[in-house]
């Protein structure tokens, strides 16, 4: 058993058509806990550095318009194998190739506009939860 803490965020799509407490409902049925949550709507500068690892694909200005264009929910989740177990919840990038039952191809509506966002590896989550949970204890 590995306890592991992840960051998900749900997306300006999925926060714009009330799908929060239905994707919480799904997390928490999964066995993740919220160790933190908060809604935030983020600046293009916040956007830019969040995603600074894409920088040079095409998609990056598009990626950080969307992400800045409404509110998103971040949440640190907790959990045994959080990371792997979430991104398994969220499915495929592309809702239309994730599995049914994920939250993706629930709520997803393309490749951009997928819902939410999870840590891809135990390196990135450090990054991204601290960077919307500044000084949140990762022990």
Known sequence: ??????????????VEKNRIGSIIAMI?????????MKM???TRLQAQCFYAVHRERPFFAELVNF???????VMCLEGDNAILKYRELMGATDPK?????????????????????????????LFEIAYFFPGFKLV
């Open 1 to 14: 058993m590995t306890i592991e803490r992840t960051l998900s965020i749900i997306k300006p799509d999925a």
């Open 28 to 36: 928490e049925a999964r066995g993740l806990v919220i160790k933190a």
């Open 40 to 42: 935030v709507q983020l």
């Open 67 to 73: 992400m800045t264009r409404s509110p998103i929910v």
């Open 97 to 125: 190739k994730s599995t049914p039952g994920t939250i993706r191809h629930a709520y997803g509506k393309d490749v951009q506009e997928n819902a939410v966002h999870g840590s891809d590896a135990p390196e990135t989550a």
